[in-house]
């Protein structure tokens, strides 16, 4: 008795095909793309923002420590350097240059507020690295011309920069004859820029 031949499929297995539906995507809804519009929106605002008022870091962190008329205290960290003490008085001088008053930016008040040719027309601004020597107090003292507190003050002055109608000056240490006179010839006052103003 002869097999019955197998009779093949007339398609093969492999090639069978299903129909499945075909899942298309759905619109965002317009409340989710305003909600993700804003979020990133906020998030670029965020980070443009702490690129922005991240601090300086050119420059030593410093405070204005007191203000009398034209007489402005900074203080800086007892480590800060001589570059950085001479990277904060070119500071000093580019904020002049960029904005009348630009001193302002650098939380100085105003030291001439009635001069017609600007709040900022003198000033002198004495870098310290003693937070105590750079008080109100001991700058009063120093102005009055009280001699334990001008020693004290001139010794801790490690930068000055000063700004008048004629000049702008900026001098890593303390420019004084007398200061001059006692200290070595490494730590004496050094004149980083000079400027004659008013003239072209």
Known sequence: MEAEPDIAPSHPRHAETRLFPVAQKKPLDP?????????LGLI???????????????????????????????????????VQIEALLFRFRAALESDRDGFGHLKIKPTTPNDPGGHYQRVTIYVLDNPGLAEESVLRDYLAGDPAARGAFKRSVRGSYRLTPGIEIGVLGYADEDVKASLGEANRPRILFQKQRGTN
């Open 31 to 39: 409340l989710v793309k305003t909600a993700l519009s804003i979020s």
């Open 44 to 82: 670029l605002i965020t980070i443009i923002g702490m690129i922005l008022t991240a601090p300086d870091r050119s420059i030593p962190p410093y405070s204005v420590m007191a203000q009398m008329g034209e007489t402005v205290t900074v203080s800086v960290p007892p480590n800060t350097t001589d």
